[in-house]
């Protein structure tokens, strides 16, 4: 992964734009991490793994017969409308 200094992406904005759709760029600040930029294909890929992973957990549990199907904490909504969701957003 690339680095670039925040001022750099600044004033080279267009030629960040080129290099994310390569790679993800690691953006500093006074010598720190602050942002990662990446392709918004980089970052649907991301989502949907993190969506295929809730869908597994989320099966798994419910074939032990252990599920909570009242609601997922982590984004309230009942289990059974995110397991819904992750298969639709599979399969389109």
Same mark, same amino acid.
């Given at each position: 992964? #690339?680095?670039? =200094? %925040?001022k750099e992406a600044k004033i080279?904005? +267009? ?5 994310? #759709?390569?790679?993800? &760029?690691? $953006?500093?600040? *006074? +010598?720190?991490? &602050? =942002? ?6 980089? *970052?649907?890929? $991301?989502?949907?793994?993190r969506l295929r992973v809730r ?5 798994? #549990?419910?074939?032990? /017969?252990? %599920? ?5 904490? /982590? $984004? /309230? *909504?009942?289990? #059974?409308?995110?397991? =819904?969701i992750g298969r639709y957003a599979?399969?389109?």
């Amino acid at each position: 992964m #690339q680095t670039m =200094a %925040a001022k750099e992406a600044k004033i080279h904005f +267009g030629e960040l734009m080129d290099t994310v #759709q390569r790679e993800p &760029v690691s $953006i500093k600040k *006074y +010598g720190r991490d &602050v =942002a990662v930029v990446m392709s918004a294909e980089a *970052y649907r890929q $991301i989502k949907l793994e993190r969506l295929r992973v809730r869908l597994s957990i989320g099966e798994l #549990q419910l074939d032990r /017969g252990n %599920a909570d199907l009242d609601r997922d904490p /982590g $984004i /309230g *909504y009942p289990r #059974q409308t995110c397991l =819904a969701i992750g298969r639709y957003a599979l399969l389109h």
